[in-house]
């Protein structure tokens, strides 16, 4: 009777310390789950990696596919313009008349390109070169028809506007209280129009 008795509390000693055992496996197994997440996501369950590693490289592909459909800037090679003594005397002389304080002319302009010649009237100066002709005026100048299309541009010296009347355009743009008009004469583009503009010193 003795030795039935221990046997059976020996047992059931066995099975309580294994049923411990297996309670503490399963506790420090779901503490270890809790404490540390899955590679790759934080606490909310996103994945980390391509909520802000993902939404770089979508940024920076952005980036390059808006880049890549700009057009790349148009280079435009200027040489200098002269002016002889009489040049400079004639264009002095139709600016008094025509009441105009201070004129520009370009310093620079694509190649072979010359002064040719000025001209007067209405209050304003007219300056023709063999590719190009500039109106200047104390007052406001204003295109000849409707305006089909006119856009901002931003200059060296401030801002000017393309504005385009019979598929020809024209800049406009303002220094000091000299009023500026430059057109083509002979194909040049807006490019090259603008980076004229930009060499406009006074005379």
């Known amino acids: ?67 890549a459909a700009e057009k790349p800037a148009e280079k435009v090679s200027l040489a200098q313009i002269t002016y002889s003594d009489a040049d400079r005397k004639g264009i002095a002389d139709v600016a008094k008349i025509q009441e105009l304080g201070k004129v520009y002319v370009p310093q620079q302009g694509t190649a072979d390109e010359k002064f040719d010649q000025v001209g007067g009237g209405q209050k304003q100066v007219t300056l023709k070169y063999a590719k190009m002709s500039i109106i200047e005026s104390a007052s406001e100048i204003k295109p000849a028809g409707t305006a089909e299309k006119e856009e901002n541009v931003t200059l060296k010296q401030g801002s000017g506007k393309f504005v385009t009347v019979g598929g020809q355009d024209t800049l406009y743009l303002k220094m000091d209280d000299t009023f500026i008009a430059l057109q083509s004469a002979k194909g040049l583009t807006r490019a090259e129009l603008q980076a004229i503009a930009e060499t406009l010193a006074p005379l």
């Open 1 to 67: 009777m003795t030795t039935s008795t221990t046997l059976y509390t020996g047992r059931r000693k066995a099975a309580w310390l294994a049923a411990a055992v297996l309670t503490l496996s399963l506790i420090t197994g779901c503490g270890k789950d809790e404490a540390a997440p899955a590679p790759g996501t934080d606490n909310t369950g996103q994945q980390a990696g391509t909520a802000q590693g993902g939404t770089a490289e979508g940024s920076k592909g952005g980036q390059t596919g808006d880049a």
